[in-house]
């Protein structure tokens, strides 16, 4: 059939047909066809291929954009990883749909954005971060839906995948909601976030948050509720948890992170040499932090796409303007610290560029190292040990600089 090609390129030229009868048909088979998994997916240009499938999630009938948003869930699903490059074209589009009016297409926007992470291709903070400005969108059924989704994401990863304490003052926020449904959507948020950090999110809501009286007193009931039900979970008991609620310090908590990629560690290959195998100081752990783990950290950070000199450039300004003001969450920080380190993994050495961006993130850097949290200086020092790692010699300069700011840290525990 003229509707029904064998092949993803064969789907190609289909997809820009306006006819809506036409449309329906077309995208109907291409499910099919996707769902097939003995199907291949490969195609002369898979990007270009979502690229034609996004107009149809802006389309005025409500049934092709459901069978667009079930395309982009299945081609994510199929692609695992390797859909990454792919997420800065679907992403906002996804999330408008999560503001629909049709039940179906905010349920089926809401499973693109659980499938990419559960297949890899996007982390959870990822998500977090666009999510942040939707709790305050006009749109209520989009406030409603984001905040579903992020009770959605706690269940199936955790609070330890996003930095929660960032979006906090949104979710407190729309407790006052004008509409009622946002308002108890919220409370069961600000719930589920308690049932995964425990009592150090209770005494932050009540010590930095200016929440309403009657509201406070409404969480807390329904907090010690979920305590007497015996429905906090084992994460609401760690010490790694829900660390962010924290005051700041100066000292690191003196716990190892746990392992995650031992085998990378313990053998590395140089770009210098032959594969070394890294040993473990004799020494014993430095502050908070083992050899073993401080190399772990290297690899675990996610990866940031650069698509041109650019792009880099204003990834390095973002990162710059948030590790150099104290006044931006902690949280903030590090996890701009943690992007840095997925930049220099993604650029590698050879991106002639990059060395000159670094130096004018040096007097943000010193700041770092000099912070008032402790997980801000831990996160400061693993990167510049990665830079180093990664660069030798030729960051010897940017690392002079801050040799001084180092060196102070020696007598603390952040050594």
């Not at 299945?74 to 503001?99: C, E, K």
């Not at 809401?110 to 749109?139: A, C, W, Y």
Request: charged letters at 25%; proline letters at 4%; one cysteine or more.
């Amino acid at each position: 059939m003229a509707y029904n090609p064998r092949d993803m390129d064969g789907f190609m030229p289909l997809l820009s047909t306006s006819d809506i009868k036409t449309k329906m048909t077309i995208g109907n088979n291409l499910i099919s066809y996707l769902g097939n998994s003995d199907n291949s997916i490969e195609c002369q240009d898979i990007g270009l291929f979502i690229d034609n499938v996004i107009p149809w999630l802006s389309n005025g009938n409500a049934k092709i954009v459901q069978n667009g948003l079930e395309i982009l869930t299945q081609i994510a699903d199929r692609m695992g990883s390797d859909f990454r490059p792919y997420i800065s074209t679907i992403i906002q589009p996804t999330i408008d749909r999560l503001g629909d009016s049709k039940d179906v297409t905010r349920e089926k926007a809401r499973l693109v954005l659980l499938k990419i992470m559960e297949r890899g291709s996007m982390t959870p903070q990822q998500l977090l971060d666009r999510l942040h400005p939707v709790f305050n969108h006009k749109n209520t059924k989009l406030r409603e839906e984001a905040l579903i989704l992020l009770t959605t994401t706690l269940d199936e990863h955790g609070a330890d995948e996003m930095a929660l304490s960032a979006v906090i003052p949104s979710l407190v926020k729309v407790l006052s909601d004008p509409n009622e449904k946002v308002r108890e959507t919220a409370v069961n948020t600000l719930v589920k976030i308690y049932t995964h950090v425990g009592e150090r999110f209770k005494a932050d809501l009540q010590r930095k948050h200016n929440v309403p009286q009657a509201k406070l007193q409404l969480l807390i009931e329904r907090f010690e509720q979920v305590k007497a039900d015996g429905d906090l979970l084992p994460s609401a008991m760690s010490n790694d948890v829900g660390r962010e609620f924290d005051e700041p310090d100066r000292v690191l908590v003196a716990k190892s992170v746990p392992l995650k990629r031992t085998k990378s560690v313990l053998q590395k290959k140089s770009q210098f040499g032959p594969s070394t195998k890294v040993i473990p100081s004799s020494m014993g752990p430095a502050g908070a932090v083992d050899e073993l783990t401080f190399e772990a950290a290297f690899n675990d950070v996610a990866i940031v796409n650069i698509f041109s000199s650019r792009d880099l450039e204003d990834q390095m300004k973002i990162i710059r303007e948030t590790i150099g003001d104290d006044k931006k969450d902690w949280n903030q920080r590090t996890e701009s610290l943690k992007k840095l380190r997925g930049i220099i993994k993604t650029v590698g050495t050879s991106h002639e560029t990059f060395m000159e961006l670094l130096k004018t993130i040096q007097n943000s850097m010193d700041g770092a190292c000099t912070d008032l949290r402790s997980q801000v200086v831990k996160e400061a020092c693993i990167t510049l040990a990665f830079l180093s790692d990664q660069f030798k010699n030729k960051c010897a300069n940017f690392i002079e600089g801050l040799l001084a700011s180092l060196i102070n840290l020696l007598q603390n525990s952040a050594k």
